[in-house]
């Protein structure tokens, strides 16, 4: 397969990495995605699973002929950043996408406390950082708005604003030392470590402004406790506290790589709902600084009467340990405060215009099923455009309410398919006459055109014919060790479209469910009556009228409209709009905690970012770079 010379030419690459990729929805929406003057060069995916990165490389490598490279590592690791560097190789990286994984901020599952995924977005965000692209985004599920009452929402927008142009940090850095300097020597100190704190890109500059600003704290604990007689200095509670506490504080990264060990130890044991969880998720917030801070502040209370003298100083050292704590974009709030009012607050004012490096207004929220995806999939995305580029604050919706994709445009075709059965080639299938005024003609994209395709027959051509060649076939591999032996590759015509063998009594279940229309308490009567209840909680029985609910991981909780069945891959790839070309890799579904390190092809393709909604949101970016 190879790229057409006729598209590419007198446009302009537009390059871009897609992190947290899974199977590929945001990568291949991208590659769908162009203008007139541009289009996106896809330099880069990673995920932390292995056949995330097969399912990769056998689409973009070896069917597109793209030399797209892949890092299956976990972001958190010390060295992926340079590892992340060393495959870009010293060329520019215009625009960063990414979907930290988010089943903690879901509202479909329980919320799992101190869950490891919880602090993923941090990582991303120092990607964003060291490689400063024109714009990025980060997708979620909707329920991150509302986790913790919006407080993740917030400091995820705070984050964004906290990103500083390390090219002028100089400014803020002058600003501070003119303003504070001569004020006080203490919290000009303590603030400058911190802002270099914040804004160095190397670890060991970091650690190295850490240091200084503890050296800072410790300078100035010791003057408070120097009244104080040796002995109680030694032996009180509140002091030691304190100073215990200090050094606690400092030691910021062993904290850090001792709270991610626990979280691993907590996902590799599955402790969650037992008697595990509590003790070890105190001890975590122990850990943390806001369980260090909160101890702190009740002995430097508990100082007070130790040392009356010294009362402006602990009230000091109070709002330093507040600011170590502080998201760049909160210590900027305190700089403003304390200028306002003053000769200085109008030059902050101009030295924050030009020091912030991305704008963003906030989270929005998108429908898939507004850009021609058969699904209505809510997602959030949130877009950091950078000093320097617009301002992207919407993504138009592609289609009118009255055009959406319905369920039956998207599957109808494949309805053709027996109980345990591997369909691997295209059959005739019948149209229900009930449904035939819903086959309507299409572009690509989903609009209604008189000239165009169904959608159904999009899905077979694919949506990259503009831009590549087909010139190898779709095919499937079993596992990573298959990549290379040619002889293991199977070619079939059509990929991923396998039904269960389940038996009489599931059958009878899901067709009861069916001719209910929902899975509610007289359904659950009538099952019980037939001899077929299920402990399942939840059933849905597809729509072929509308659109789809949200595609999940597991296919038995979609009932097909028709033919009473769970629901093959193939059909939920249709539904999230990823065409036939596309083929999920490996195993087709795993069970228990097995599917969590897999990633069979049902988790791929739930999980997935719809690629037509993708392709909106990279065309919005195209029209809109400079």
Known sequence: MAEKKEFIKNKEKVTFIDLFAGAGGISEGFLQAY???????????????????????????????????????????????????????GKHIDVVTGGPSCQSFSLSGRRKKFDKRDDLFYHY??????????????????GILTKDGGRIKEQILKEIRSIIDSGKVNRLTNFVENYYKDKDQFQYSTIIA???????????????????????????????????????????????????????????????????????????????????????????????????????????????????????????????LRLYVFSMDEVLECIAADTKGTSAAEEFKQVLGQIRLYNIDGPQVLLSSDYGVPQNRERVVFIGCRSDQPVINSVPATLDPADKV??????????????????????????????????????????????????????????????????????????????????????????????????????????????????????????????????KRNYVVLNPEGQSPTVVTMPDDFIHYAAHRAMTVREMARLQSFDDSFVFQGKRQTGGDKRKEEIPQFTLVGNAVPPLMARAIGNVILKNIK
């Open 35 to 89: 203008t007139d003057t541009k289009y996106f060069d896809f330099m880069l995916a990673s995920d932390i699973n292995a056949n995330c990165e097969l399912t990769h490389r056998v689409r973009y490598n070896m069917q597109l002929g793209l030399d797209t490279e892949f890092i299956c590592q976990d972001i958190t690791d010390s060295s992926f950043i340079g590892n992340l560097l060393e495959k870009v190789g």
């Open 125 to 142: 965000l120092e990607v964003i950082k060291v490689l400063r692209p024109k714009y990025f985004v980060m997708e979620n599920v909707k």
């Open 194 to 320: 911190k802002i270099n704190m914040e804004t160095s890109l190397e670890n060991q500059s970091r650690e190295y402004w850490n240091m200084e600003f503890f050296n800072q704290l410790e300078n100035l604990f010791k003057s408070i406790t120097s009244g104080i007689e040796y002995k109680i200095s030694k032996t009180n509670a509140d002091i030691n506290t304190v100073r215990h506490g200090i050094r606690m504080l400092r030691e910021r990264a062993f904290r850090a790589k001792l709270r991610n060990y626990i979280m691993a130890l907590k996902a590799k044991a599955d402790i969650d709902n037992d008697l595990y969880g509590d003790s070890i998720n105190a001890f975590i917030a122990e850990i943390s600084d806001a369980g260090i801070l909160e101890k702190m502040s009740v002995a430097l209370e508990g100082m007070a009467a130790l040392s009356s003298e010294q009362e402006a100083s602990v009230a000091m050292l109070q709002k330093a």
């Open 406 to 535: 319905t369920v039956y445009e998207a599957i109808w075709d494949l309805d053709n398919i027996g109980n345990g059965e591997t369909v691997t080639s295209y059959k005739s299938a019948t149209i229900l006459p009930q449904y035939k005024e819903l086959l309507r003609k299409r572009t690509d994209t989903g609009n209604l055109s008189k000239v165009g395709k169904l959608y159904s027959e999009w899905q077979k051509e694919g949506h990259l014919a503009h831009r590549f060649t087909f010139d190898m076939a779709p095919i499937y591999l079993k596992g990573m060790e298959d990549l290379n032996n040619p002889l293991s590759w199977q070619h079939f015509e059509l990929n991923n479209h396998q039904t269960s063998s389940q038996n009489e009594k599931v059958r009878r279940r899901l067709k009861i469910i069916a001719e209910h229309g929902e899975y509610n308490e007289e359904t659950k009567k009538a099952l019980s009556d037939a001899g077929c209840s299920s402990d």
